[in-house]
């Protein structure tokens, strides 16, 4: 038990475009979802917590109209890079988590390189 | 805010030996979480802590809940090369109650 899906993968998009990253529990309701970006050889730097329902809290230092977070079920949150530069380029992470338990479970991670 | 200090950064091991990693913090956790993450992937849930003094195994994993609830250790006994990656620890509760704190990461790599 406990899956978490992310989609997709890997993507390659152009610099001023817009991209989404979809993140999916699978066998669980994911009443909070925590989106992470991750740079070679580092720790996981979070970027911001969704709650179903509720407005994205983003941590500082995080734009909130360049990376837009949707978290409209309990199955499903999105990230949106909205006008995408190379600096953009990086590994992002996805994780979920039921009610009150203190265990998130990760999505295999999504490699986005803006070209 | 709250910050782990997780060491050693690396280690280079020779097949069939013990591991041990530790991770310390300057203030109280309410769980304690070990991580593992193989290249391009998502971190995998090994091993979790939910009291303090608390050890758990998961094969040949063995990992505590520090008394003080403000460290944590992870051994790993017979290493073998598919133990090879990244471990974090993470902490949650204290002043960042829902969220995870991650350590920096040990990188373990087996030699055959």
């Known amino acids: 038990g406990a899956v978490v899906s992310q989609h997709p993968s890997r993507v390659i998009c152009k610099s001023g475009t817009s991209v989404k990253i979809e993140c999916r529990s699978l066998?669980?309701?994911?009443?909070?979802m925590f989106w992470y970006r991750q740079f070679p050889k580092q720790s996981l730097m979070l970027m911001a917590t969704s709650n179903e329902g509720s407005k994205a809290t983003y941590e500082q230092g995080v734009e909130k109209d360049k990376f837009l977070i949707n978290h409209a079920s309990l199955t499903l949150s999105t990230l949106t890079v909205t006008s995408a530069h190379p600096e953009d380029s990086s590994f992002y992470i996805c994780?979920?988590?039921?009610?009150?338990?203190?265990?998130?479970?990760f999505g295999q991670g999504t490699r986005l390189t803006v070209v | 805010g709250q910050q782990l200090n997780q060491s050693p950064q690396s280690m280079f091991i020779q097949e069939g030996e013990d591991v041990s990693m530790n991770c310390t913090s300057s203030?109280?956790?309410?769980?304690w979480l070990w991580y593992k993450q193989d290249p391009g992937e998502g971190p995998v849930l090994l091993i979790a802590l939910y009291k303090a003094g608390e050890l758990t195994s998961n094969g040949r994993l063995t990992a505590q809940f520090g008394i003080t609830r403000k460290d944590s250790f992870l051994n790993i006994s017979a290493s073998i090369p598919s133990d090879v990656g990244i471990y974090f620890c993470?902490?949650?509760?204290?002043?960042?109650?829902?969220?995870?704190?991650f350590g920096q990461g040990t990188i373990l790599t087996v030699h055959p």
């Open positions: 993470a902490g949650s509760g204290g002043t960042s109650y829902g969220k995870l704190t």
């Open positions: 203030s109280i956790f309410n769980t």
């Open positions: 066998d669980f309701q994911a009443t909070t």
């Open positions: 994780s979920a988590k039921t009610g009150v338990r203190t265990e998130a479970f």
